[in-house]
């Protein structure tokens, strides 16, 4: 059973850089054809997708949030990773690690954006 | 950008009735969206993919139907576990996806 777990830093301070990374257990992360994800939730509204990363290192983003985006992997450590430049407070949010299509996903970790 | 709306923002219903929600995109998805329930404090859970085939372990009370632009979710008996938030997700350009905003269902 795949297991996602994502860590980081909780707190990050505004124009400032998040980075957080997705460790992937119980399989490998290029044995398949499924794109990694990572989407976000704001405390108290819904769900929105950051951007996907193939294990070759394909990737696409949400052109709302295209220009301060980087998705990388590392199939060495079988972890991929988010980050995200310039926050403000509207990046405060649980963020999650998944694969989307065969409904894997990390608990979620929040991060606020506060100085 | 393709956009989901979701309706209504809130349904009030009690165990044991039937729960419709919808999800109209901005332009065709095909058969390709997808309806997660999320409860507080959990990632979400996939229901129902390609508009209308149930995830594995999905109890056959949920189903999905629609294509094109609108699609429904249907839950035929509400169990006290149903009452959580639903949102609608399209496909159609994988792995480029959106979510819907969202539908809370609550106990009445």
């Known amino acids: 059973q795949l297991q996602l777990q994502e860590s980081g830093p909780g707190l990050v301070k505004p124009s400032e850089t998040l980075s957080l990374t997705c460790t992937v257990s119980?399989?490998?992360?290029?044995?398949?054809?499924?794109?990694w994800g990572w989407i976000r939730q704001p405390p108290g509204k819904g769900l929105e997708w950051i951007g996907s990363?193939?294990?070759?290192?394909?990737?696409y983003y949400n052109p709302s949030l295209k220009s301060r985006v980087t998705i990388s992997v590392d199939t060495s450590k079988n972890q991929f990773s988010l980050k995200l430049s310039s926050v403000t407070a509207a990046d405060t949010a649980v963020y999650y690690c998944?694969?989307?299509?065969?409904?894997?996903w990390g608990q979620g970790t929040l991060v606020t954006v506060s100085s | 950008e393709i956009v989901l709306t979701q309706s209504p923002a809130t349904l009030s219903l009690s165990p044991g009735e039937r729960a419709t929600l919808s999800c109209r995109a901005s332009?065709?998805?095909?058969?390709?969206l997808a309806w997660y329930q999320q409860k507080p404090g959990q990632a979400p859970r996939l229901l129902i993919y390609d508009a209308s085939n149930r995830a594995t372990g999905i109890p056959a009370r949920f189903s999905g139907s629609g294509s094109g632009t609108d699609f429904t979710l249907t839950i035929s008996s509400l169990e006290p576990e149903d009452f959580a938030v639903y949102y609608c997700q399209q496909r159609s350009n994988w792995p480029q996806y959106t979510f819907g905003q969202g539908t809370k269902l609550e106990i009445k």
């Open positions: 332009q065709s998805v095909s058969s390709y």
């Open positions: 998944a694969d989307p299509a065969r409904d894997y």
């Open positions: 119980g399989g490998s992360i290029s044995s398949s054809s499924y794109y």
């Open positions: 990363i193939y294990y070759s290192g394909s990737t």
